[in-house]
T-cell receptor, first 115, second 114 residues
Framework: NAGVMQNPRHLVRRRGQEARLRCSPM?????VYWYRQLPEEGLKFMVY????????ESGMPKERFSAEFPKEGPSILRIQQVVRGDSAAYFCASSNPYRGNTEAFFGQGTRLTVV | GENVGLHLPTLSVQEGDNSIINCAYS??????FIWYKQESGKGPQFIID?????DKRQGQRVTVLLNKTVKHLSLQIAATQPGDSAVYFC?????????????FGTGTKLQVIP
């Protein structure tokens, strides 16, 4: 859905560098999910955030990965000291659960390649 | 439940035939079940959802069936077209503690044979 904006669409990083992935949710949406997807595989849940609050980070690796969703600005997924195994597509979705609307709208993803 | 690094099962269907994609779920407390379609290189797109107190819902060329007794969800696509080739994910949502979390299933790759 064009309403959720992720950037960059493609990101190349050398091993050891930092990767910052941005997600701007749909207007009026207060919740953001981050998912990771390897080629020919499903979506692996990473983290679920509300503005200024992490609701569920049970899918996040304990080291090198962090996520935030500040009061102002996009949600950021940050990967420090990237390794080749971090290469994947990272998708963000946003929702507004307080309205009882189940639909989570996805962005087009950021494809991270670690060289 | 959540996919953890499993390769996608594939369903091959002849163009014009009906497709049935299945999904098993484990959470009896889910409020809604949703089907998403993901085309190559794109993010998942919402197709149709069904509330947990329903057993059938129809959309345009798609029907979702929910069998709570065996915890099974299916997506039926009528007269499958080449444009239906994609990966299809089922998802469940549960409203708990003030939040509605969406959890995805493994996914099925649909290949339409012209």
């Amino acid at each position: 859905n064009a309403g959720v904006m992720q950037n960059p669409r493609h990101l190349v990083r050398r091993r050891g560098q930092e990767a910052r992935l941005r997600c701007s949710p749909m207007k009026g949406h207060s919740h953001v999910y981050w998912y990771r997807q390897l080629p020919e595989e499903g979506l692996k849940f990473m983290v679920y955030l509300q503005k200024e609050n992490i609701i569920d980070e049970s899918g996040m690796p304990k080291e090198r990965f962090s996520a935030e969703f500040p009061k102002e600005g996009p949600s950021i997924l940050r990967i420090q000291q990237v390794v080749r195994g971090d290469s994947a597509a990272y998708f963000c979705a946003s929702s507004n659960p307080y309205r009882g609307n189940t639909e989570a709208f996805f962005g087009q993803g950021t494809r991270l390649t670690v060289v | 439940g959540e996919n953890v690094g499993l390769h996608l099962p594939t369903l091959s269907v002849q163009e014009g035939d009906n497709s049935i994609i299945n999904c098993a779920y484990s959470n009896s407390a889910s409020d809604y079940f949703i089907w998403y379609k993901q085309e190559s290189g794109k993010g998942p797109q919402f197709i149709i959802d069904i509330r947990s107190n329903m057993d059938k819902r129809q959309g345009q060329r798609v029907t979702v069936l929910l069998n709570k007794t065996v915890k099974h969800l299916s997506l039926q696509i009528a007269a499958t077209q080449p444009g239906d080739s994609a990966v299809y994910f089922c998802a469940e949502t549960r409203y708990s503690g003030g939040y509605q979390k969406v959890t995805f299933g493994t996914g099925t790759k649909l290949q339409v044979i012209p």
